[in-house]
């Protein structure tokens, strides 16, 4: 934290924008295309590498989330990250880890009738890193698109002088959107999840691209809603459960 300051002062002495992409580690392109995007931006980039315990349930995989700093480490300095933050939990909870931001008004419904802690949990953190960081812009990917607004509303609402920029959804060759739990499914499970792009896309009915997720092996299906410019989607192959929107045309 010392440091980060230390460095942070510097760069601003010799009037240099600094870009900022929290994550919770366990790095694939998506991340990476962000850390992109936020070098075309910003002239010093600061990814910061996480698992907040705040935005999971007692129920939740926290402790199961998959990590590998090495490997982050190793891919971040090849996508030309200036500076990696890996906070400890005692510097961003100093009193302990509690939420004390409100999700607003972007935070309800959706994601958070199924996890109603989870948007006050990242509020609060990207709150916080943000104290730390103080970046001039912060990118967030369009793959969490209520996670996105939720951080945009936040910004808006406490005046902070940073810009919130959303960076496109990565996809492998099926169009599933990568993340980091998707390596928690078996190569079937696979199978079924790279469905959901298709049956989004090609479903507008909410209830018909229910069902039809459901036919194509999906277990149960949290909600398809349509909101913002977005038909949202969340859903559970097996233990795993995934979230995709697209843009509706
Ligand atoms: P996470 O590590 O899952 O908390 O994600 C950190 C950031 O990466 C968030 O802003 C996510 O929205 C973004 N992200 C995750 N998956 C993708 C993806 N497939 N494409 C683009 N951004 C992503």
Partial sequence: MAALCKI??????????????????ALH???????????????????????NPAQFAPHEDFESYPRDIDSDLEKLEAAGAHLVYLPQEAELY?????????????????????RPHFFHGVATIV????????????????????????????????????EIIGGPTMR????????????????????????????????????????????????KIDYIEERWDRRLAAGWVGETRLLDNIKIT
């Fill in 29 to 51: 392109e998506g991340h990476l295309s962000l850390v992109k995007l936020a070098l075309e931006h910003a002239d010093r980039v600061v990814v910061s590498i996480y698992v």
């Fill in 127 to 162: 709150r916080r890193l943000f104290d730390h960081v103080q970046p001039d812009m912060a990118v967030f990917g369009e793959k969490d698109y209520q996670q996105l607004m939720v951080i945009r509303e936040m910004v808006e609402r406490q005046n902070l002088p940073i």
């Fill in 172 to 219: 492998d060759d099926h169009g599933l959107a990568l993340s980091s739990r998707n390596a928690y499914l078996s190569e079937s499970e696979l199978a079924i999840a790279q469905q959901m792009n298709v049956i989004l896309r090609d479903t507008p009915d909410p209830e018909a691209a229910k069902s039809a997720l459901l036919t194509a092996g999906f277990d």
């Fill in 94 to 114: 100093p009193d302990g880890v509690k939420i004390d931001m409100d999700a607003g008004r972007a935070g309800a419904g959706l994601d958070a009738d199924f």
């Fill in 8 to 25: 942070n002062n510097k760069w601003k002495d010799a009037e240099l924008k600094t870009g900022f992409v929290p994550t919770m580690g």
